[in-house]
């Protein structure tokens, strides 16, 4: 059973950067492409970035390209999420999640399988 914890989430001025990690267990890391979701309160989860089970293609939401950077260290079963010049609208509950098949997803929570329990991002203005 893969499970997925992330952390790194946090109070931050408007500008600021933060890093989340999410650590994998259970499962091959290096099999599963892996994806970044956001939900703010009242909206529906929302596609921000995946990356291939071997890192060599990522995707991203438009309202984060340039700003944030997706990447995996299949070593360490662990996906991060830098996130630079963070906007008051990134505020949001950040969830990682795991595909459980090869092939490259859609940018859509029903292409997912595996989910974490989500970490909180506060970016004040």
């Known amino acids: 059973q893969v499970q997925l914890v992330e952390s790194g989430g946090g109070l931050v001025p408007a500008g600021a950067s933060l890093r989340l990690s999410c650590a994998a267990s259970g499962g091959i890391f290096s099999n599963y492409p892996m994806a970044w979701f956001r939900q703010a309160p009242g909206k529906e989860r929302e596609f921000v970035a995946a990356?291939?089970?071997?890192?060599?293609?990522?995707g991203y939401a438009d309202f984060v390209k340039g700003r944030f950077i997706i990447s995996r260290d299949n070593a360490k079963n662990t996906v991060y999420l830098q996130m630079n010049s963070l906007k008051p609208e990134d505020t949001a509950v950040y969830y990682c999640?795991?595909?459980?098949?090869?092939?490259?997803?859609?940018?859509?929570?029903?292409?997912?399988?595996?989910w974490g329990q989500g970490t909180q991002v506060t970016v004040s203005s």
């Open positions: 990356i291939s089970y071997i890192g060599s293609t990522t």
């Open positions: 999640a795991a595909r459980l098949i090869r092939s490259w997803p859609a940018p859509k929570v029903s292409e997912y399988n595996i």
